[in-house]
């Protein structure tokens, strides 16, 4: 029998992913979202095209019921982009919250496995560079960012109590910068920012002074390294992302340089909490999962072209 796998947030940009990636590993795929921020058009190929696919329209902060057998819980309901959970902070911290442990109810009533989508965001604005799994954070707990930042730290402290209460089979991926087609154009973080710029030939916007570094995880390369965890022994966090860093400036002129564009670069202000480092540490990863990504960043910008371009000059939203 096939196994089967509940998906929250499976509307959104990295959850329809997975439920791409877990329906082609031969699963039966149940996808919880209640569209807040997910899209039903990532989803448009599989409802009602695909007899191992079944979308339940559901908020994961009320009880979670599904009927028959679940074999793994992936929780990735939460907003995750800027934009979005500074629109829906009470949202973002009850979903954290109450949606945690409602997705770990389940996986404890069917005994099933349960994986958390956590962030790199649990780091806050880092004093250790690259930051390992070990490092505690340094997060303004009552700053705009922080609703996000502490639902994801609750939610890995419950995580681990029912590891360790319940026996639950747990798992932790913090998920650094992930991008690739499905993004939301709007989402507020800076590569569908940049895109977007871009195309439309506007001026690309850097906040500060653009030295502050990220690190980008090209989508496949994460639903492996997801998969491998799922599969693993290991209940402590684990980070998975691309290590190659990367100042914001540079990465403006490498998004002007892909997409063919003429838009020059504007500087504004660093907004508040702004981390003004983010480069994963996974030698945990490459010990424990035998994973590291494969795709060169200028690779994944070329693949993630197409459908920002599709989506900007075809006015999609």
Not at 25 to 33: A, F, I, L, R
Not at 62 to 69: C, F, R, S, W
Not at 172 to 199: E, H, S
Not at 281 to 309: C, H, N, Q, S
Request: proline share 6%; net charge negative; aromatic share 10%.
């Amino acid at each position: 029998m096939a196994e089967r796998t509940v998906i929250t947030g499976g509307a959104g940009f990295i959850g329809s992913h997975l439920c791409d990636y877990f329906l082609a590993k031969g699963h039966e795929v149940v996808c919880v979202d209640n569209l807040i921020t997910g899209k039903a058009a990532n989803l448009e190929h599989l409802i009602g095209h695909h007899d191992r696919f079944q979308f339940i329209k559901h908020d994961v902060t009320e009880y979670l019921h599904v009927g028959g057998q679940v074999d793994n819980v992936l929780h990735f309901a939460s907003p995750a982009s800027p934009n979005d959970y500074l629109k829906f902070p009470i949202e973002t911290l009850k979903v954290g919250a109450l949606g945690t442990h409602k997705a770990l109810g389940l996986a404890r009533e069917k005994n099933a496995r349960f994986l958390l989508a956590s962030t790199s965001e649990c780091y806050g604005d880092p004093q250790i560079h690259p930051q390992p799994e070990d490092y505690w954070g340094h997060v303004n707990p009552v700053g705009p960012r922080g609703v996000y930042d502490e639902a994801k730290r609750f939610a890995e402290a419950l995580t681990m109590a029912y590891h360790r209460t319940h026996g639950l089979d747990t798992r932790i991926v913090r998920i650094f910068n992930t991008y690739g087609p499905r993004m939301k154009l709007d989402d507020g973080r800076a590569l569908p920012t940049f895109m977007v710029q871009a195309i439309k030939g506007e001026p690309l916007t850097v906040y500060g002074d653009g030295s502050q570094t990220r690190s980008f995880c090209y989508i496949a390369d994460l639903l492996d390294g997801i998969w491998l965890l799922l599969q693993s022994e290991e209940h402590e966090p684990v980070n998975l992302g691309n290590p190659d860093e990367i100042t914001i400036l540079e990465f403006a002129r490498e998004i002007i340089e892909v997409t063919g564009s003429s838009s020059e670069i504007a500087f504004k202000a660093l907004p508040q909490d702004d981390p003004h480092v983010r480069q994963p540490d996974i030698t945990k990863a490459r010990r424990v999962l035998g994973w590291a990504p494969k795709v060169e960043r200028r690779e994944g910008f070329l693949k993630t072209v197409p459908y920002f371009r599709e989506r900007v000059l075809g006015g999609a939203e």
